[in-house]
């Protein structure tokens, strides 16, 4: 499929700005890519249209064609909705923090425990004690017995007790008397969500009142998925989402339904069977995965970063040899105008957001295209020689560009300013700025 999508998208080429042929040709592919990545149909369909009414319009970028700006949209898109970055685990502000796990059979809530017991101890140095909450197979019992015994942490189980609620009481009266920072608690799964295992799951939850119940989900699993984390997020109050079973070859189309669905957090991921192998989630790596296009979206990438250092270079070499003249001014105006809105660049410098005299800045849009208009009226010969722009032609420039001869004297002066200002920069006085990316 990729290979048919990588085709289709070739197909789109051209510039200026996205077509609504553009769009129709690519979404096509991007719905089967998704589908094929075992995204919950519905969630598909909403996203599309998303991306449609996103990608209209849209200016493609000078080093893209069509194909690759939809499919950089696509992707900026898939990561925002999985949640723009990693989302950590709720702390107690009193010992201890309770770590509730719930999902179906199999799912690897039980591995899980283990993983995340072992991530704590690493990263917050823990003491944690776990609780065998699934009660209905001795094996079950043993298998997180053993799992203490590999990370040497406490277990507390009940063999004769059939009442989970009361044997996750015990558990957390012996976490307070040894003082642990952390209780992980195990449970039961079935097959199916049935009213005897939820309500099982909401009389611990009514005696453990834990921090986090995270559900452990297949990913695997696929459609089903949003089936049963809407189940048991209707029971009990989720607060996130563990993905397991990544190191298989789904491409994780659960990951994006769970999540449109619950608007519950993905937190980890299982990478593996080893107590080692848990992952904190990435959407923008995840997103990559289920377009299954990582390679075209490092090429999309590197196309831009290309296309912006060997612009960048360009320009320090005209300073250099005082070259710059208008030609260039207006491609520097846009690259500029490719970052977006300067009003809201400017409240992207540290510091700057409150600054209360930026606070009705007002940098009209159509600045830009001003300063093109005159460019433009403007001979060959005097945009390569700024110099020779006496009053006579600087009027024929108004009158042909349609601007006020104020206007037009004024862009003058500020590119003779800003053509001051970096050849200051660039003749060495600033020397440190050559080893900025692009200097
Ligand atoms: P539970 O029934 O939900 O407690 O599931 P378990 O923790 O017993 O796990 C079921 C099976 O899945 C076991 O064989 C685990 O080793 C395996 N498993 C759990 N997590 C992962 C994972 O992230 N990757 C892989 N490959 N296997 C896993
Ligand atoms: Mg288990």
């Excluded at 199999?106 to 993983?115: E, H, I």
């Excluded at 970052?339 to 606070?359: R, T």
Aim: hydrophobic residues 40%.
């Amino acid at each position: 499929l990729s290979e048919r999508l990588q085709k289709a998208l070739r197909s789109l080429t051209g510039k200026g700005k996205i077509s609504e042929e553009d769009i129709n040709k690519a979404s096509r592919e991007i719905r089967l890519a998704l589908l094929e990545a075992d995204v919950n149909f519905k969630v598909v369909k909403d996203f599309i249209k998303q991306i449609k009414k996103d990608a209209l319009g849209k200016e493609v970028q000078e080093s893209l064609n069509p194909g690759q700006q939809i499919i950089k949209i696509v992707d900026e898109e898939l990561t925002k909705m999985m949640g723009e970055e990693s989302v950590s685990l709720n702390k107690s502000p009193h010992i201890p923090t309770i770590i509730m796990m719930v999902g179906l059979q199999g799912t690897g809530k039980t591995t899980t425990v283990g993983k995340l017991a072992n991530y704590l101890m690493k990263k917050d140095k823990a003491r944690p004690l776990l609780i065998a909450g699934d009660i209905y197979r001795p094996a079950a019992i043993d298998q997180l017995k053993q799992i203490g015994d590999n990370l040497n942490v406490p277990v507390y189980s009940e063999l004769d007790n059939k009442d989970v609620a009361e044997i996750v009481k015990h558990g957390l009266q012996e976490a307070d008397k040894n003082k642990n920072d952390y209780v992980l608690i195990d449970t039961a799964g079935r097959l199916e969500i049935d009213e005897q295992l939820m309500d099982e799951l909401k009389r611990v939850t009514e005696v453990a009142h834990p921090d986090n119940t995270l559900l452990v989900v297949d990913a695997m699993t696929g459609q089903a998925a949003t089936k049963v984390a809407e189940g048991f997020n209707a029971d009990l109050d989720l607060t996130g989402i563990i993905l397991t079973k990544l190191d298989g070859d789904t491409r994780g189309g659960a990951a994006l339904s769970i999540r449109a669905v619950t608007g519950l957090p993905i937190i980890f991921t299982g990478q593996g069977e080893k107590l080692t192998d848990l992952d904190s989630f990435y959407p923008d790596r995840m997103a990559s995965r289920i377009l299954g296009m990582g390679d075209m979206l490092t090429l999309i990438e590197k196309a831009q970063q290309d296309y912006d250092t060997k612009e960048a270079e360009k320009m320090a070499e005209k300073m250099r040899e005082n070259t710059f003249d208008f030609n260039d001014f207006v491609d520097q105006m846009e690259q500029v105008q490719k970052l977006g809105p300067i009003d809201q660049l400017i409240k992207m410098i540290p510091g700057m957001a409150n600054n209360p005299a930026l606070k009705n800045i007002q940098i009209p849009d159509n600045e830009i295209d001003h300063i093109k208009a005159i460019v433009y009226s403007m001979t060959p010969e005097e945009r390569e020689n700024p110099d020779i722009l006496n009053p006579s032609r600087r009027r024929r420039i108004a009158a042909g560009s349609g601007m006020p001869i104020v206007q037009v004297n004024r862009m003058i002066k500020q590119f003779k300013q800003s053509k001051e200002m970096m050849q200051k920069m660039t003749s060495g006085n600033m020397k440190g700025l050559e080893n900025l990316p692009g200097m």
